[in-house]
């Protein structure tokens, strides 16, 4: 359901191509900013779901900090995937200031003059982001966006339903684990980790490459219990699975409810992300959106939003922090990173559709589109002709009464 | 034979109902989960209740998604059912039925088509009058609209069918205006049909994803698009404690509206039953 719906919602966007806003991102005015000519005002912040601090369990209510320190209203409203954002954002209906996409979309918003120029005079905390979170490659000379989170895909295992503690992607293909494993049920992410186990890149636009992380895949396809995305919370703090990929700031809160849990970074390499802070170039109130990411990068709201979401924070304040929950955690700041990492980064339209139309074979267990469509055909025909014999039957009887 | 044909006829009722409320009454039972976990129960607790209740953004979204049932299933009642007495005065057969039909092209159409289209048209008309950002809590409103109305003409229209035609005709006869006719004569016999209908809708609008995802602007965010988006990490289980709540509330609702019908249908026979007793 959710997948349909992601493809309808980029299908919407070549629709709406056409009639993009494409407003000139403005140009850096070097003006210091006044908070309270912004007193009264609205800001629009668009952010993933569950992403920010937001009062539960005793955590700070970020949002109405906000709004208490500067008088400025924040209207926060949530999206599910990258693709949704986009689609909303290109429609041209709705105009928002302040957005947190992740790394490949940024890369993509920004090639398609969607974001605004940042004015980082007015963003003094930026001094807080440590240096291998600046220049990044969506970003280069760091003008559209600011790191919000950051993070790298794991290997999180049972350690009482495991023979020996695994260190490679290779224990996901492991015979011994038939029906323990759990995979990612999103192409990306699971492409990824068949493309580290062979060592391939990620980002390659060669179809043979995803050809044969495709192959890897349709051989691991018997041993998979199955492809999951957020059920793999229940599946694994139940002990229901063995073995499962997924996020480090996500097994942080798995190994809460079951201590049982342990996580390693493949020695092959693994993904790793950064999810930014931009201006939409038709944002209507920039200036607060400044102000607001700004605020965010203070070391005690930063704090506050890193302890609610447990992923990597990239601000220097708050991990020399000793009162951060997760200060100093190996999980989320391993010492030595003796492994390759690389980002995800925005793929061609046809590598897009290629990797889509292997990960739908892989789905439908190896088998064509064509039988499924055939399937069909053949229940409608049946329907069909049950129906029109019926009403035959039906007409001849009463034909015969009279 | 006929107690075995009894016990098998107790034993399909009882899976039907297992299998229509057993998620629910798991889900009321995770919402007293002392953990966070939806895997092992810990203990008894109403954490999550309180935990509900200092949720600031979904208290705001319960209240938009409340605002905006209540208002789009009242306003569709009302167009819904001023166009099924509408649609059941037509005096042409064929174009009567040629509008039925074409009021229930929207009931079957995906959610999805709806929701597209309507994003489209929002933002086309927004733009012949020279604004962008027109996305929000008015169309929001107008599409919830748009899908409840057939939903409530279609509740409607049997009920219509139903009274007996001269009915009005004998009321303005006795001194009624064709307005008065309908409000005090045609309106009381159609009521269940249009209480159906506005629950109808009132629950459509309620859970609709699909359609105010596409329709929504960058306020007035409604309960199901903030769960929804809670895929990325995980449903908090706040949102069990209020989906019990919800559900305790429509249950009470449906008991009420029940018992209403009951006492409304116990009148009529004993007023019926007088009246024969009278006629002989």
């Known amino acids: ?402 | 034979m006929k107690t075995k044909k009894n016990i098998l006829l107790k034993v399909y009722a009882a899976l039907i109902f297992i299998f229509l409320y057993a998620p629910i009454a798991v889900l009321i039972v995770f919402s007293f989960n002392e953990s966070s976990s939806t895997a092992q129960l810990s203990g008894f607790s109403l954490k999550w209740y309180q935990e509900l209740f200092r949720d600031s953004a979904t208290l705001s979204a319960l209240q938009n998604t409340l605002v905006l049932a209540v208002l789009s299933s009242l306003i569709s009642g009302v167009l819904g059912t001023v166009s099924a007495v509408g649609i059941d005065s037509m005096r042409n057969k064929r174009l009567r039925n040629m509008t039925k039909s074409v009021t229930n092209i929207p009931l079957m159409n995906p959610d999805i088509v709806t929701g597209i289209s309507m994003m489209l048209l929002f933002v086309f008309a927004g733009r012949l009058l020279g604004q962008s950002g027109v996305l929000g809590f008015p169309t929001m409103l107008i599409a919830h609209i748009t899908f409840c109305l057939p939903y409530v003409i279609l509740s409607v229209l049997p009920k219509l069918r139903q009274i007996d035609p001269h009915l009005s005709e004998a009321a303005e006869d006795l001194g009624c205006t064709p307005l008065q006719a309908f409000f005090k004569v045609v309106l009381p016999a159609i009521m269940p049909g249009v209480v159906t209908g506005v629950m109808m809708a009132f629950t459509l609008s309620l859970d609709d994803f699909v359609v105010s995802y596409f329709v929504s602007g960058p306020a007035s965010q409604t309960l199901p698009i903030r769960i929804f988006s809670m895929t990325k990490k995980r449903v908090t289980p706040d949102m069990y404690a209020l989906s019990t709540l919800l559900f305790l509330a429509i249950l009470i609702l449906l008991i009420l509206i029940n018992f209403a019908q009951a006492r409304g249908d116990k009148k009529e026979k004993k007023t019926a039953s007088k009246k024969s007793s009278a006629d002989y």
């Open chain 1, 1 to 402: 359901m959710k997948k349909i719906f992601s493809l309808f919602a980029v299908a919407i966007v070549a629709f709406c191509t056409p009639c993009l806003l494409l407003s000139a991102s403005a140009t850096g005015t070097t003006e210091a900013l006044d908070p309270e000519s912004l007193r009264g005002t609205t800001l629009y912040v668009y952010n993933w779901g569950e992403y920010i601090s937001d009062g539960s369990e005793g955590s700070m209510d970020v949002n109405k900090e906000f709004e208490d320190r500067y008088g400025i209203h924040v209207e926060y409203t949530n999206f599910t995937s990258n693709e949704d954002m986009y689609a909303k954002l290109i429609s041209g209906g709705a105009n928002y200031d302040v957005i947190i996409p992740s790394d490949y979309m940024i890369e993509r918003l920004i090639k398609e003059g969607l974001l605004a120029e940042i004015n980082f005079d007015n963003i003094p905390n930026y001094q807080y982001i440590p240096d291998e979170y600046r220049d990044l490659y969506f970003d280069p000379e760091n003008k559209y966006s600011v790191p919000y989170t950051f993070g790298m895909v794991g290997l999180i295992y049972n350690t009482t339903m495991v023979s020996e503690a695994p260190d490679s992607w290779e224990a996901m293909w492991d015979e011994q684990y038939s029906g323990q494993i759990l995979n990612f049920n999103n192409p990306r992410d699971a492409f990824g980790i068949a493309q580290f186990l062979l060592g391939l890149d990620i980002n390659s636009e060669n179809p043979d490459d995803w050809q044969a992380a495709y192959d890897k895949l349709a051989e691991q396809k018997p041993l998979v219990q199955s492809y999951v995305m957020d059920e793999i919370y229940n599946k694994m703090e139940n002990g229901e699975a063995a073995l499962a990929p997924y996020y480090a700031g996500d097994f942080l809160m798995m190994v809460d409810n079951n201590p049982d849990l342990a996580f390693v970074y493949p020695k092959e390499g693994t993904n790793v992300f950064v999810d930014s802070m931009c201006i939409p170039a038709n944002a209507q109130n920039k200036a607060a959106a400044e102000l607001y990411i700004n605020f965010m990068l203070d070391t005690d709201i930063a704090t506050a939003n890193a302890n609610f979401i447990s992923y990597g924070c990239p601000h220097t304040g708050v991990q020399e922090n000793p009162d951060y929950e997760w200060y100093g955690n190996e999980i989320l700041y391993p010492e030595s990173v003796d492994f390759e990492t690389d980002y995800f980064h925005n793929l061609s339209d046809e590598t897009l559709s290629l990797m889509t139309s292997l990960w739908d074979d892989l789905m439908i267990e190896g088998g064509s589109n064509t039988a499924v469509y055939i399937a069909l055909i053949v229940v409608v025909v049946a329907v069909i002709v049950i129906a029109v014999v019926f009403t035959i039957r039906k007409k001849r009887r009463s034909n015969l009464d009279d």
